[in-house]
Structures are given as C-alpha cells and as structure tokens.
C-alpha cells in the first residue's frame, strides 16, 4: 500500500534551517504531484509548498515564499522541504502528501503521519 513517511522534524531556534524528507512506497512515485501542509494547534491545516509531477513546477503559501524551497528525487521517491530563516510561527506538524497526476491544490488522495517541526524565539 501507499506509505509517506515524514522525517527532519525538530526544535530549531529562530533564524534556523530544516531539511524535511518525504520518503514514498507504494507507488510510482514520478507521476504524483507532491506537497506539504503543516498543522499547528487550534489552527487549521495550512498549504505549505507543492511541487507537480509532470514540469516539476513549484509553488507556495504566502508565509513560506521566499524562506522554503520544495524539490524531489524521482530516482530516490523523495520529496524534500528545506525551510530557512524560521520564525516561531512555523511551529507545527508538516504533512507531506500525494495526488496521481494532480495539480498541486489537490486533492490529494495520500497523507503521511507528520513531523513536528517546533522553532524556539
């Protein structure tokens, strides 16, 4: 079955980085376009960064333009998050999902646990 496992959580003091890894089985991975969403508490999932299957194109949520970058290894079946210049407000759990040959608002039909990611001020 479809397995999205999430790694590369942690505490990070402000102005940090991160490097969040997807690691996806099950599937072929080239043909899903991917994504991350992120979940902090009393507050609603947040799209986060997605990147297509077909082009590779990249897109992102207004708060992360800028610091965080999407890419993916379809040799590896990976998709990665490298999040710079952290704020506290990034402290959530960071989702990665998938969607066959989707565009990248989804939806997406697979959903790993989550990785915390808590960024001390």
């Known amino acids: 079955q479809v397995q999205l496992v999430e790694s590369g959580g942690g505490l990070v003091q402000a102005g940090g980085s991160l490097r969040l890894s997807c690691a996806a089985s099950?599937?072929?991975?080239?043909?899903?376009?991917m994504g991350w969403f992120r979940q902090a508490p009393g507050k609603e999932r947040e799209f986060v960064a997605a990147i297509t299957w077909a082009r590779g194109s990249t897109y992102y949520g207004d708060s992360v333009k800028g610091r965080f970058t999407i890419s993916r290894d379809n040799a590896k079946n990976v998709v990665y998050l490298q999040m710079n210049s952290l704020k506290p407000e990034d402290t959530a759990v960071y989702y990665c999902?998938?969607?066959?040959?989707?565009?990248?608002?989804?939806?997406?039909?697979?959903w790993g646990q989550g990785t915390q990611v808590t960024v001390s001020s």
């Open positions: 099950g599937l072929t991975f080239s043909v899903y376009t």
């Open positions: 999902a998938a969607v066959l040959r989707g565009a990248w608002y989804g939806p997406y039909d697979y």
